[in-house]
Structure formats: C-alpha cells, structure tokens
Antibody, heavy 119, light 107 residues
C-alpha cells in the first residue's frame, strides 16, 4: 500500500523557517518525481514545487521561488520542503504528492499537514 | 508562466444532467493536462490524464477532450457522488499550475 506521510508543520512567525518532511512507502520512491501542493483553508489548489527522481530538474511556483527549497533523499525514501522567510499567505495545508503527469499510473497524495504563519 | 482559467467557477445541476467544465491555458500545452476531483476534507483524485484518457477505476461517465489551449471535462449523467470541486492541472512546463476550480453543487 502506498503511503505518503507529511510531518514538520505547525505554527511559525512571519519571517521564520519551517522544514516539511514526507516519508514515502509502498513504491520505489527513487523512480518517481515528487511534488508539494498546498491549499489555503477554503481556497483552491496551488502547485508549490516538484523534483524529478534524480533531482535533475526542479521547479517552483513564483509565489515561493527564492524562499522555498525542495529536496529528496532516495536512500531514506523521503521528500523535503525547506520553507524560509515565511509569509502569512503561506498558511495552508501542504500535501506531498506523487503526481502522475503523463503517466497512467495513479496519483498518490499524503493526508496534508497544516502550516500556519502568524504573529 | 502558464496561467490556467476555468469556467464556470461554480454550477448547480440536478442528478442526471450532463455538465461540462472548460479549462483554458494561456499558451499551448499539447495534451499535458489532468482533471482532478476534490471533496471536502479529502485529497484530490485524478479523473483524467493526458487531457482525454480515463484514469483506471474512474466511472466512464467522466470524459475529457481538447488539446493546445482549450480543454473540457464532461460528466455525462451527474450522480450524487459527483458533487465536488474540479480542478485542471497543466504539467507541460514548470511551474505546473492548477486552474482555480469549479464547484459543482446539487440543484
């Protein structure tokens, strides 16, 4: 069974940092691109960042570019999101996701973790 | 960056109706588009990949069409379990972008 479990969320003050982790199991993590998607309470989905299987290609939404850094450790089956210089508007549920893209393979999503940025 | 728009932003329809949702890209994205369904408190679920291919396990009343800049998700006969919010996602170019969503409600 595929599982994606996020951790590291919580409350942070504006300007501070948080690091999200995603522990993957049930599939060969090192074979797949992975993504972070967020959703502010009551709002739509926003793709945040993605990383290919070998970290060779990385992308960021304009809203987080220069502040957030995605990384992965295939030996530990883990995905990370380092979030620096947090803003109030970064408040959202953050989902770790294995998105299918062009592949017919099923998407998998974590349960999401809440990040609240507030003074 | 590629911007995605969706219309309508919401719709209200009775069970059994045929409904369509349109997604437009600000530039051509070939068929690099998926459609997602999200119910409250749940993670999104992909319904359609490559613009028109049905994800395994998804009912055949869902279909997708289009390529380039204009795409459509159609539900041929709306069922009670289909009331949800629907999003398109372009994955042609980083940054990937979701459409703003279409909320489908019961009439």
């Amino acid at each position: 069974e595929v599982q994606l479990v996020e951790s590291g969320g919580g409350l942070a003050q504006p300007g501070r940092s948080l690091r999200l982790s995603c522990a993957a199991s049930g599939f060969i993590f090192g074979d797949y691109a992975m993504h972070w998607v967020r959703q502010a309470p009551g709002k739509g989905l926003e793709w945040v960042s993605g990383i290919t299987w070998n970290s060779g290609s990385i992308g960021y939404a304009d809203s987080v570019k220069g502040r957030f850094t995605i990384s992965r450790d295939n030996a530990k089956n883990s995905l990370y999101l380092q979030m620096n210089t947090l803003r109030v508007e970064d408040t959202a549920f953050y989902f770790c996701a294995k998105l299918g893209g062009t592949s017919p393979n099923t998407d998998y999503w974590g349960q999401g973790i809440l990040v609240t940025v507030s003074s | 960056d590629i911007q995605m728009t969706q219309s309508p932003s919401s719709l209200s329809a009775p069970v059994g109706d045929r409904v369509s949702i349109t997604c437009r890209a600000s530039q051509g994205i070939r068929s690099d588009l998926g459609w997602y369904q999200q119910k409250p408190g749940k993670a999104p679920k992909r319904l359609i990949y490559a613009a028109s291919s049905l994800q395994s396990g998804v009912p055949s009343r869902f279909s997708g069409s289009g390529s380039g800049t204009e795409f459509t998700l159609t539900i041929s006969s709306l069922q009670p379990e289909d009331f949800a919010t629907y999003y398109c996602l372009q994955h042609n170019t980083y940054p990937w972008t979701f459409g703003p969503g279409t909320k489908v409600e019961i009439k």
